[in-house]
Structures are given as structure tokens and as C-alpha cells.
T-cell receptor, first 114, second 113 residues
Framework: DAKTTQPNSMESNEEEPVHLPCNHS???????IHWYRQLPSQGPEYVIH???SNVNNRMASLAIAEDRKSSTLILHRATLRDAAVYYC???????????????FGKGTLLTVNP | DAGVTQSPTHLIKTRGQQVTLRCSPK?????VSWYQQALGQGPQFIFQ???????QRGNFPDRFSGHQFPNYSSELNVNALLLGDSALYLC????????????FGPGTRLLVL
């Protein structure tokens, strides 16, 4: 499975934007970039995913480098509720719908200061 | 609409015992994946069930087995428990039009003494 590299931890202030980086230099052409987050004492929660183009949803934005070797998850205005471990994952698309597994690394622990 | 549910929430067992964990997928989902999360680590994929069969398996010994029922719910069984099996066990469901994302349950915290 293709590997991702993330900083162990990052810190932000409430209501400020947060940019969480992820390096994936060995990404293949069929790998989707997924982001999940895990709040304390909860299971992981889907945040966003993309293949080549930048993506936006109600939770965050995903900026993907042109060569796809890195990406950045952007939280536009951090809240205390955004404090969590954020995982950047490469999902190999096997062309079979739900036929894939998620390979988690250690993720980035985001601390949000009030 | 209930999300993914798991039972029990917590469990304490002793070495050598057997345990069964249960998962009900999100409504409309037909695929269930199981993950093990040790303290301070990211979740590790155990296996995935689809159409009542194991479709993919991670690097876990045969002591870990599972089952999927016709209503898509699933069980994870672990035999001959070891201290190292202490972890949070997560169930995730997908499929049925939401194939590109997995929705996780809150997990079952297993402690092996």
C-alpha cells in the first residue's frame, strides 16, 4: 500500500484557518486521497476525498498538488470541536465499489487553542 | 437513521478466552470492515465482509475470524486471547451508493488481563 507522511502534531487558534499537510510521493495514478479524523473516544469520521482536482465540502477543503505527491487539508475556521487526530490515507481504487481497505498511519494530532 | 452501532461498548476478558463483538451497519450498507486500534496507533485493517463472505483480509492470525449475516450485520470473533489483543475494535460500513466512504462505529474497547 502507498504510504503517507504527516506531521505528528500541529497547533491552531480558534477561528483561524488550519492547513494540515500530507506527503505521498509514491502515489499511483489510481490512488484516491482520503482524509478521516478521529475525535477523542470516537471512531474515525470521514472528512473529504479527491483524486486530482481540489475539492470542497461543508467540513473542509482538499488541495491536491499538480503532481499529486502532496495534499493539504484546509479547515477554514477551526473550532474547539475540530481538535482530533487527522489521517491522510491513500485508497487504491480496485474498481469494485466498496472493495477497498483503509491503511491508516499515525496521523496528525491537531490541538485548537481557545 | 441510526449510524453504525457496535456492542458491547467495553469488555474485559482473561488470556485464553474467546470473545465475540457485534456490528450493525448503517442502513443501506452491504459491506462491513473490521479494524483494530491499539493505544496511540492508527486503526489496522483486520478483514472485510461482503455478501456474507470474507472479501479481503489484513495481516492478522487465524485466531481472528468473522461472519456476516443476511441482514448485513457482522460479528468478529477472537479465540485464545492474548494480552496484545487489548485494543479498540472498530467496525466500518460502506456500499449501497456510499461506496467511496466508510462510516465507522464508536468501537468496542477490549481489555485482556
Amino acid at each position: 500500500d502507498a504510504k503517507t507522511t504527516q506531521p505528528n502534531s500541529m497547533e491552531s487558534n480558534e477561528e483561524e484557518p488550519v492547513h494540515l499537510p500530507c506527503n505521498h510521493s509514491t502515489i499511483s495514478g489510481t490512488d484516491y486521497i482520503h482524509w478521516y479524523r478521529q475525535l477523542p473516544s470516537q471512531g474515525p469520521e470521514y472528512v473529504i476525498h479527491g483524486l486530482t482536482s481540489n475539492v470542497n465540502n461543508r467540513m473542509a477543503s482538499l488541495a491536491i498538488a499538480e503532481d499529486r505527491k502532496s495534499s493539504t487539508l484546509i479547515l477554514h475556521r477551526a473550532t474547539l470541536r475540530d481538535a482530533a487526530v487527522y489521517y491522510c490515507i491513500l485508497r487504491d481504487y480496485k474498481g469494485g465499489g466498496s472493495n477497498y481497505k483503509l491503511t491508516f498511519g499515525k496521523g496528525t494530532l491537531l490541538t485548537v487553542n481557545p | 437513521d441510526a449510524g453504525v452501532t457496535q456492542s458491547p461498548t467495553h469488555l474485559i476478558k482473561t488470556r485464553g478466552q474467546q470473545v465475540t463483538l457485534r456490528c450493525s451497519p448503517k442502513s443501506g450498507h452491504d459491506t462491513v470492515s473490521w479494524y483494530q486500534q491499539a493505544l496511540g496507533q492508527g486503526p489496522q485493517f483486520i478483514f472485510q465482509y461482503y455478501e456474507e463472505e470474507e472479501r479481503q483480509r489484513g495481516n492478522f492470525p487465524d485466531r481472528f475470524s468473522g461472519h456476516q449475516f443476511p441482514n448485513y450485520s457482522s460479528e468478529l470473533n477472537v479465540n485464545a486471547l492474548l494480552l496484545g489483543d487489548s485494543a479498540l475494535y472498530l467496525c466500518a460500513s460502506s456500499g449501497g451508493g456510499h461506496q467511496e466512504t466508510q462510516y465507522f462505529g464508536p468501537g468496542t474497547r477490549l481489555l485482556v488481563l
